[in-house]
């Protein structure tokens, strides 16, 4: 079966985080009130072929442990859906 | 004649300054692509500065599965000295040869200007020439230059002496928001070291400075056998 893969990669909390902190003065400038804690990662999306549903999950969790996040700087979190 | 290798990365650049910098001290340096599995003898390698694979991902991601970076582990295992220059760096702690993160600079902005280091760790495969403390000038150029790693491993790197290269406190140097202004770190072995600034862009007169020409003098000497090459200390 296809299966896809949606990962979110975020940034680790407590790390600053430059990117969210401008991106949250600029909806400030633009009259967004009371924004706060902005933080921006990265999702990814693939596709994967694989027997079930969690073996598709555990492959992706090795991607990220391997390649697609830094386990030093960030977290992940992963969905799988058949396709 | 030491043999040292500067590997090419699509996307490197002052990898024709390391070389001639390397060649300037008195060593036999020479270029290995990326592809290559080869090291073709090195006793040095040393990674350069630029955006290897267009820095996609994050800087140094993909660049630590190339397959010279497979024989680049294998000779920092066997004690070989590895310097890791900027975006050098950024791969030596991808692949787990240094420990830490080099994320986006705290201000954004890329930042490219000479900035004031200090010396503090001297039992280094390459910081044996320097006197510990001696203040540095050298030119930082990067977007990701930002230290990070958790508070137990800053402990040990302060602990156990490994940070290299930090911003100059007293001048404010930091530019980049790194943890303990932290510029350079080594492993516990002394033979794998990672700077953000660039010795090879002061590396003679004609470049207005010599302050990092040590790093590359370093390199002609070849590696007594008792120190940094071998080991100490039950590491395996």
């Not at chain 1, 680790?12 to 401008?22: F, I, S, V």
């Not at chain 2, 910098?21 to 630029?50: E, M, N, Q, S």
């Not at chain 2, 990672?194 to 370093?218: C, K, N, Q, V, Y």
């Amino acid at each position: 079966m296809t299966f896809r893969v949606h990962v979110r990669v975020m940034p680790r909390a407590g790390l600053l985080d430059p990117q969210g902190q401008a991106v949250e003065h600029a909806l400030g400038s633009l009259g967004f009130a009371g924004t706060q804690q902005v933080r921006i990662g990265r999702a990814i999306e693939l596709e994967l072929d694989a027997a079930t549903a969690d073996d598709a999950a555990g492959r992706a969790r090795q991607m990220c442990d391997r390649l697609l996040a830094n386990p030093v700087t960030e977290d992940y979190e992963l969905e799988v859906e058949a396709r | 004649m030491q043999r040292v290798a500067i590997i090419r990365f699509p996307g490197s650049n002052c990898d024709e300054d390391a070389l001639r910098a390397a060649a300037r001290a008195g060593t036999d340096a020479y270029y290995v692509w990326h592809r290559d599995t080869d090291l073709k003898g090195a006793d040095v390698v040393v990674i350069p500065g630029g955006f290897s694979y267009g820095d996609y991902l994050r800087a140094g991601a993909i660049a630590r599965f190339s397959p010279a970076l497979s024989a680049v582990q294998r000779h920092a295992a066997e004690g070989g000295p590895v310097l890791g220059i900027c975006n050098g760096f950024q791969i030596l702690c991808e692949a787990h040869l240094l420990p830490g993160a080099l994320m986006r600079n705290a201000g954004l902005s890329f930042v490219s200007k000479p900035v004031d280091v200090t010396v503090e760790n001297t039992r280094t495969a390459f910081t044996a020439g320097y006197a510990p403390g001696t203040r540095l000038r050298l030119p930082v150029a990067h977007g990701d230059g930002r230290f990070v790693a958790d508070p137990e491993t800053l402990a040990r790197l302060e602990g156990e002496g490994l940070v290299v290269l930090r911003y100059a406190r007293a001048e404010d140097a930091n530019p980049n928001g790194s943890m303990h202004d932290i510029a350079g770190i080594s492993n516990p072995e002394g033979n794998v070291v990672g700077i953000m600034p660039h010795p090879e862009r002061a590396a003679e007169p004609a470049l207005g400075s010599e302050d990092g020409a040590p790093f590359f003098t370093a390199m002609a000497v070849p590696a007594p056998t008792g120190t940094a090459a071998t080991s100490t200390a039950g590491t395996p």
